[in-house]
């Protein structure tokens, strides 16, 4: 099964093979907030961008970042920081005016 997995993967290790597995959980979570985002908003019947889905994009981005850093990806890596950055922005933002609102 793990010989299967290795090939199917393109990797040579088991190290390697948990590492793909973390970065494809990490890429599951990161689309799954297009899921959340769409539900919202079909619930509501217009644009809705839920807290939930800063979360997922937080979640995700910094799993995402963590495979990019071990596979020392430089393109990878960088998109994913800023991204980290802006999702937890957002988040900033939101905790912030709820605090006031």
């Known amino acids: 099964m793990i010989d299967t997995l290795l090939r199917v993967f393109h990797v040579d ?8 597995m973390i970065g494809l959980f990490g890429q599951l979570l990161f689309t799954g907030r297009f899921l959340v985002q769409w539900i919202a908003s079909e619930r509501a019947k217009r644009s809705v961008v839920p ?9 995700g981005g910094l799993i995402l970042l963590a ?8 393109v990878f890596i960088l998109g994913q ?6 999702y937890a922005r957002n988040l900033w933002l939101i905790r912030a005016e709820r605090r006031v609102g």
Do not use: K, N, Q
């Open 13 to 20: 290790s088991g190290l390697e093979l948990t590492w793909v």
């Open 67 to 74: 495979y990019a850093l071990y596979r020392r990806d430089p």
């Open 51 to 59: 807290v939930l889905f800063w979360y997922f994009s937080i979640g």
């Open 81 to 86: 920081s800023m991204g980290v950055f802006i």
